[in-house]
């Protein structure tokens, strides 16, 4: 099994570039979720996914994020525009099960640095 | 008040030494997961548990629901088990549905 696939591993992009981060989950996972890490706060849930519906998006930090998944195959993490603060690393995870069981699967994360 | 704190923040031992990392948590449902992240910033899930005690190899995690305290130890601790420990606590509705723990930085000397 390829595991949790994340591009780009690495973006630096410049102030209000779009900036899109794409993850392909484990096949046959159901349940998806993003994930920010930075040195300032830790690892953060930013939205997850459950048989691909946005369950809660409470994380999302603002407007600027948007995040979809239009199959069980692919989810896409967008910033728009980008700032310098939304340096991080992103990291994406799934699971077999939305219920209280299933253990998480983590990408390798896409490092984002906006100048 | 972080409502899933680690101790300690950094540990330093040496080779063939045990080990433990607590984590105790005021929020979330009866379980708890203990991830591993290596230098190079992969995140690997280590333990899912919600009672009892789990081992897997020289790793064996243990929760006491009733307390909301969980601990991780190494046995016989080796420089490749260096690495950041996190713990982190499911708020419901998914078990990846978490608020995680600010990690547990660990360095094993040979």
């Known amino acids: 099994d390829a595991g949790v696939i994340q591009s780009p591993r690495h973006e630096v992009t410049e102030m209000g570039q779009e900036v899109t981060l794409r993850c392909k989950p484990i096949s046959g996972h159901n349940s998806l979720f993003w994930y920010r890490q930075t040195m300032m706060r830790g690892l953060e849930l930013l939205i997850y996914f459950n048989n691909n519906v946005p369950i809660d998006d409470s994380g999302m930090p603002e407007d600027r994020f948007s995040a979809k998944m239009p199959n069980a195959s692919f989810s896409t993490l967008k910033i728009q525009p980008s700032e310098p603060r939304d340096s991080a690393v992103y990291f994406c995870?799934?699971?077999?099960?939305?219920?209280?069981?299933?253990?998480?699967?983590f990408g390798e994360g896409s490092r984002l640095t906006v100048l | 008040k972080n409502e899933v704190e680690q101790s300690p923040q950094n540990l330093t031992a040496q080779e063939g030494e045990f080990i433990t990392i607590n984590c105790s948590y005021s929020?979330?449902?009866?379980?708890l997961h203990w991830l591993q992240q290596h230098p190079g910033g992969g995140i690997v899930s280590l333990f899912m548990?919600?009672?009892g005690k789990k081992k897997h190899g020289r790793l064996i995690a243990t929760i006491n629901i009733q307390e909301k305290h969980s601990s991780l130890h190494i046995t016989a601790s080796h420089p490749r088990d260096s690495a950041v420990y996190i713990c982190?606590?499911?708020?419901?509705?998914?078990?990846?549905?978490?608020?995680f723990g600010k990690g547990t930085k660990l360095s094993v000397k040979p």
């Open positions: 982190a606590v499911p708020l419901g509705g998914s078990q990846g549905n978490l608020i």
């Open positions: 929020v979330g449902i009866s379980a």
């Open positions: 548990l919600s009672s």
């Open positions: 995870a799934s699971s077999l099960s939305g219920g209280i069981t299933g253990e998480l699967f």
